[in-house]
Structure formats: C-alpha cells, structure tokens
T-cell receptor, first 113, second 114 residues
Framework: KQEVTQIPAALSVPEGENLVLNCSFTDSAIYNLQWFRQDPGKGLTSLLLIQSSQREQTSGRLNASLDKSSGRSTLYIAASQPGDSATYLCAVNGDFGNEKLTFGTGTRLTIIP | DTEVTQTPKHLVMGMTNKKSLKCEQHMGHRAMYWYKQKAKKPPELMFVYSYEKLSINESVPSRFSPECPNSSLLNLHLHALQPEDSALYLC?????????????FGSGTQLSVL
C-alpha cells in the first residue's frame, strides 16, 4: 500500500527566503505526482504535475522535482511572500487516471512578513 | 472556465435531516469525484463517476448517496448523518482515463452535523 509522507508538518520562514518542501513515497511505481495548495477551509489548487518520466516542472516561483527511484519529490518556492502561506499537499498517482491518488498529510507553511 | 462550483458553502443539519450537496463544472471533464476531509487531514476519496457512471465507491456508508444527472453536475445526497460525518466535502473533476491530467477542486462544503 502506497504511503506518502511530508516532513515537516509545519514550517515558518521570513518573507523573501527560498524554501523547500519535501514529499516521500514508498512505492516508486507511480504515473505522476501532483503538488497542491490549500488555504484554510478551502479546496485544493493544483500547482504542478510531474509525469513519472519527467524530472522537474516549473511555474513562476515554483519548481517541483521528482526522483522516482528514491521515492522523493521536492517543491522549491523562491522569494517567498506572505501570500504563499497555506498548506501544501503532494499526491502520487498509482494508476492511469486520477482515481487512486494518495495524498500526503501536508506541510503547513507560514511566511512571516 | 476552469472552475468547479460547489453549493452550499456551509451546511448545518440535524441527524434526521435530508440535504444535498451540489457540484458543477463546465470544463468538459467526464470524471468527477467526491472527497471528504477532516481538519488537518488529507482528503479521502469517497466516490468517482466516470462518464456519468459510478466507477468507485470507497466503502462509503449508505447514508451518503451520490448522483450524476449529467456530465456537468454531481450531487451528494445526505440522510441520517452522524456527528462524526462533520467535515469539509470536496468535489473535483478531471479528464478520465488519462495520466497526467490535473485534478480541479471546488472550494468545498463545510458540513456540521448536530
């Protein structure tokens, strides 16, 4: 059974710093990995999706990498802003389609002005 | 239009009530999902509809009854819920059967069962 772990559970950094969020998974047989952002009491917003054949994806200040063989992904946020404060979840897809996403427990990020 | 719209945003109901949650998308997605999320926990999959047919039911109690009337709408009918069913209920959609498709979520319905 796939298990997805995100460490740390919470992280606080001063505004302007670069930071890295970590995601690890136990079964390397995945189709893709998605990073989501969730604001309190709201739905999830998909930030980046990395196919299993890819090593990284970039969108603006965000860069996600994937090392499938070691079961790890990182989300790099450059020049952090207070608006980046949210919970970030990674989810691995072990099947063709989105029917069997396994979510991590998330990292709650606080950017200190 | 890249939105998934959920109504209502908040719902308080008693254990004997019957209510429905609604979800709508106009992105042409033919896979739609219901997730349940408790506070500080990741979302848990409840149901998946693919081409308007129920394809996955993750052993959800029968007091939750999903319905997909057409390709744009997804409902979740609630009856005789328990206080432990209080949670954020999220609807999502994507293109089915294709790896590499992002999942689009609605903003959720915060449900409280008294």
């Amino acid at each position: 059974k796939q298990e997805v772990t995100q460490i740390p559970a919470a992280l606080s950094v001063p505004e302007g710093e670069n930071l890295v969020l970590n995601c690890s998974f136990t079964d390397s047989a995945i189709y893709n990995l998605q990073w989501f952002r969730q604001d309190p009491g709201k739905g999830l917003t998909s930030l980046l999706l990395i196919q299993s054949s890819q090593r990284e994806q970039t969108s603006g200040r965000l860069n996600a990498s994937l090392d499938k063989s070691s079961g790890r992904s990182t989300l790099y946020i450059a020049a952090s802003q207070p608006g980046d404060s949210a919970t970030y979840l990674c989810a691995v897809n072990g099947d063709f389609g989105n029917e069997k996403l396994t979510f991590g427990t998330g990292t709650r990020l606080t950017i200190i002005p | 239009d890249t939105e998934v719209t959920q109504t209502p945003k908040h719902l308080v109901m008693g254990m004997t009530n019957k209510k429905s949650l609604k979800c709508e998308q106009h992105m042409g997605h033919r896979a739609m999902y219901w997730y349940k999320q408790k506070a500080k926990k990741p979302p848990e999959l409840m149901f998946v509809y693919s081409y308007e047919k129920l394809s996955i039911n993750e052993s959800v109690p029968s007091r939750f009854s999903p319905e997909c009337p057409n390709s744009s709408l997804l409902n979740l009918h609630l009856h005789a819920l328990q206080p432990e069913d209080s949670a954020l209920y999220l609807c999502a959609s994507s293109r089915p059967g294709t790896a590499g498709e992002k999942l689009f979520f609605g903003s959720g319905t915060q449900l409280s069962v008294l």
